[in-house]
């Protein structure tokens, strides 16, 4: 290029020379002088000076356009790779080719760098385009508004931030709605399952009950838009709301309602084919609220149906009411009879008849009286149950010691006859019964007046206090206790006889003695598959509580019995006649005993 430029200097030098000198040449034909030849000379190095000045000039105008248009290219690319996030324009464009060349060049290595840029980013705002008219449609959606601002307007486009990075975020917001749109849908489907089994259970229209919260719900099933905004959830929700505290009110009104009907069945008798006509109530009471899914189980006329038999019968009931009092009389005096509790008297059978004959009381009142009886009679027997089965412990285990007694009374107890190895076993355990009887006595005093401070009242057994009663067995069991150690001291004494007299006239067997035994003991089945010694007498001081007996049968002998009882607590036992009762008798034995002792 220098040499080049050098031969076209060299050219243009010659040419000038050459015009020069032909212009001299013309000037001398001509005859100018020396002085317009200077002067015309001056004006043509003139307008040659403005002529390079002027193209100078355009030159300089040029290079500065150049530069110009180079750094707004350049600034584009800048701005465009800044917009896409991609690298520093170096990392393009090597800084020491771009150093060695002109500005054209410059120039035409960032024209296609920006063409492919300007491509690369019309794609990417049609990609964030894309992404952002989705976003703006599931938000619309969730929001409940249908207008959606154009995405590519919505672009700023010298200044939005269209790099990787931040699309990446744009994806995953739409990821995240997309998610919570796909919940969405899920859950207003299960509202609207909901909704459509509440309706069947409560016999609603579900159609109509969906309409009400937005128009399209009810074709969700067939695919149709689904309404999935905050607005249209809340409202579903506020509708399951009202429709489950619907069917809870329904649900007890119909238990309210079914109680009476079941209460009247019991009353009245009723027959199995009567119940059968409403047994799919039963099958619906028997499950809880949220359980019923059948299809009208909680309809209005399912209600109507048992109201209407309830009042059926509250008719029939009026009619059957004196023979209705007397049953439940009857059945709150099997509750006290079991539990032995006194009734109250003031609804007897007797009161009951004679009042509703009279006309004085409303027969329904008298019922409701009476049923308020069985209520708290029942509650009572609750109340009662850990003291009443301690009685029945006592009960039994004074049964056993009674038993024990009349086996221990027995001298073949220890034969081997028929049942003697069960009689033997259950001695032993009537023995370690019996042990315990003084410690759950005490128990069983203290667990009822700890009963009476809490009710504020007195524990009555068949109308007499409990603790009485065991104060009373007590006092009777310790009397007894006393008699047999008495009495052991008089066999002492009389052993002692006995065997004096034997040392001073000899001894010899009696056949007497297992005569008197055999004839006066027997054997009785005592339903345990045992064989039990029977007695020939009772003792008077016997400490069984008999009165606590079951069944009630005996109730005349066991209040007797109790009389008996209180009287021998309060009058003190004969000793003394018990003594020579039990010394006559040894003596009787003695004496037929020493007659058959051999002499010398």
């Excluded at 054209?104 to 760098?113: D, G, I, N, S, W």
């Excluded at 607590?569 to 058959?596: Q, R, W, Y």
């Amino acid at each position: 290029m220098a040499f080049a430029s050098a031969c076209c200097s060299v050219h243009m030098s010659s040419t000038c020379h050459t015009l020069l000198r032909e212009l001299e040449k013309i000037w001398k034909d001509i005859g100018e002088t020396e002085a317009d030849k200077d002067r015309m000379l001056s004006e043509l190095e003139r307008d040659c000076l403005e002529v390079y000045r002027r193209k100078v000039e355009e030159a300089a105008n040029t290079k500065a356009c150049l530069h110009q248009s180079v750094a707004a290219k350049e600034a584009e690319v800048a701005t465009l790779m800044a917009a896409l996030g991609e690298l520093n324009i170096n990392s393009l464009i090597q800084p020491e080719k771009k150093k060695s060349a002109s500005l054209k060049e410059q120039l035409a290595l960032v024209t296609p760098l920006i063409d492919d840029l300007r491509v690369k980013k019309d794609d990417r705002v049609k990609q964030f385009a894309d992404v952002k008219t989705q976003i703006d449609k599931i938000t619309s959606e969730i929001s409940g508004y249908s207008n959606i601002i154009n995405s590519v307007s919505s672009l700023n486009l010298e200044d939005h931030d269209l790099s990787l990075r931040n699309l990446s975020e744009y994806k995953s917001h739409l990821r995240a709605l997309q998610k919570e749109k796909s919940e969405r849908i899920q859950k207003v489907l299960d509202c609207v399952n909901e909704v459509h089994s509440l309706c069947g259970v409560l016999g609603m229209n579900f159609d109509r009950t969906v309409s009400d919260v937005h128009p399209n719900l009810h074709e969700t099933s067939l695919g149709q838009s689904t309404n999935i905004s905050t607005t249209a959830l809340e409202s579903l929700e506020q509708t399951i709301s009202k429709l489950k505290t619907e069917r809870k009110v329904r649900y007890q009104k119909l238990k309210d309602v079914s109680g009476l009907l079941f209460e009247l069945w019991t009353l009245m008798d009723t027959t199995r084919e009567e119940k059968s006509k409403l047994s799919r109530i039963t099958s619906i009471l028997r499950l809880s609220e949220a359980d019923v899914t059948e299809p009208g189980a909680l309809s209005l006329e399912v209600i109507q149906q048992v109201s209407t038999e309830v009042e059926r019968l509250t008719k029939l009931k009026a009619s059957r009411m004196k023979e209705l009092v007397m049953k439940r009389r009857g059945e709150l005096e099997d509750i006290c009879y079991k539990n032995h509790i006194e009734p109250d008297p003031s609804t007897s059978a007797d009161k009951s008849s004679a009042m509703i004959g009279s006309g004085l009381v409303d027969p329904c009142e008298l019922l409701a009286n009476i049923e308020a009886q069985i209520n708290k009679a029942k509650d009572e027997a609750l109340s009662r149950k850990d003291i009443m089965d301690r009685i029945d412990w006592w009960l039994s285990a004074c049964e056993e010691e009674s038993w024990l007694e009349d086996y221990n009374q027995d001298y073949r107890r220890y034969s081997g006859g028929r049942g003697a190895h069960i009689n033997l076993k259950r001695a032993e355990q009537a023995r370690n019964k019996v042990t315990k009887i003084p410690i759950v006595v005490n128990t069983l005093i203290n667990k009822t007046l700890a009963w009476e401070d809490e009710k504020q009242k007195l524990f009555l057994y068949d109308g007499v206090r409990l603790v009485s009663i065991l104060e009373d067995y007590k006092v009777v069991r310790r009397q007894k206790e006393e008699s047999k150690k008495r009495a052991r001291n008089q066999k002492k004494l009389h052993d002692m006889l006995l065997s004096d007299k034997e040392s001073v006239y000899g001894s010899k067997p009696s056949p007497r003695r297992s005569n008197i035994f055999s004839k006066t003991n027997g054997y009785r089945d005592n339903g345990h598959g045992s064989v039990t010694p029977s007695p020939h007498r009772n003792s008077t001081t016997c400490a069984t509580p008999e009165l606590l007996s079951t069944p009630r049968s005996n109730s005349a002998r066991q209040n007797g019995y109790f009389k008996e009882m209180r009287r021998l607590s309060t009058v003190p036992l004969n000793f003394i006649g018990m003594a020579k009762e039990d010394t006559m008798s040894f003596s009787s034995i003695s004496g037929s005993e020493s007659e058959s002792l051999p002499q010398g």
